[in-house]
């Protein structure tokens, strides 16, 4: 099976950044995406960036010239680097990757998820 873990989250002051990472794990055979989604309270899981494996990068709008997303392919793990943080960036960070994994001399290719990580910016 796959693993995604996430960490870099926390508290920070507006204006303030923050560095997350996804690690994913386990028969892996290929990553084609990786990518962070978030999760405010009361509010719906919202994407946040996205790349491909390629270095393909797409960002959600609230979030363009802000965050930059990037991946180590040799390291199968994600990044997103937060700048510039608001108050209304504050929710769960969630990590998902499009992975072919292995098993057993079979492949199956399916999308994972972390278990989230908080990031909380305060004014």
Known sequence: QVQLVES???????????????????????????????QAPGKQRE????????????????????FTISINNAKNTVYLQMNSLKPEDTAVYYCNADVTASSAGLYQRRDYWGQGTQVTVSS
Do not use: E, P
Request: charged share 15%; aromatic share 6%.
């Open 8 to 38: 870099g989250g926390g508290l920070v002051q507006l204006g303030g950044s923050l560095r997350l990472s996804c690690a994913a794990s386990g028969s892996i055979a290929r990553i084609d995406a990786m990518g962070w989604h978030r």
């Open 47 to 66: 994407l946040v960036a996205t790349t491909t494996s390629g270095g393909y990068s797409n960002y959600a709008d609230s979030v363009k010239g802000r």
